[in-house]
Every structure is written in C-alpha cells, then in structure tokens.
C-alpha cells in the first residue's frame, strides 16, 4: 500500500493540465453588462470565441495525455 496509482511526474502533469484548464476559463469570463437593457458586443470578441475553446480543449487533452502516460523502465 505504499505505492500510489499514479508516479510524482504523472501528478505534477495533471495540475499543470489543470492550470491550463483554468487559464483557459480565466480566458473565457469576462464581457458582461451591468445595465441590461444595453447589449455588449465585447462578449464575442475572437478571445472568447476562438482562444479560449482552443486552450481549453488543449487542457483537457493534456489531462488525458498526463494520466496515460506511461514511466520509462
């Protein structure tokens, strides 16, 4: 029982997956109104419409990548 599931490297990849993941919401906030009867076109700019699904996705691949990965013998 002194083993764990997953080696030192593998964890250390998942919580940089999770940081990207999280850059990538970071990346997609934003662009609100606070009057709701004016319409704020800033909340389909290219950042969010474009960067953000990309980074994101990106994240959660890296994630998959990090738990598959394998330790060199």
């Known amino acids: 029982m002194d083993k764990f599931a997953l080696p030192k490297k593998n964890i250390a990849l998942i919580l940089i997956g999770l940081g990207i993941l999280i850059l990538g919401y970071v ?22 419409l474009v960067i953000a699904p990309i980074v994101i996705v990106a994240g959660f691949v890296f994630v998959g990548y990090a738990i598959m990965k394998r330790p060199r013998k």
């Open 27 to 48: 990346l997609l906030s934003g662009g609100g109104s606070d009057n709701p009867d004016v319409f704020n076109y800033e909340m389909f700019n290219f950042r969010r």
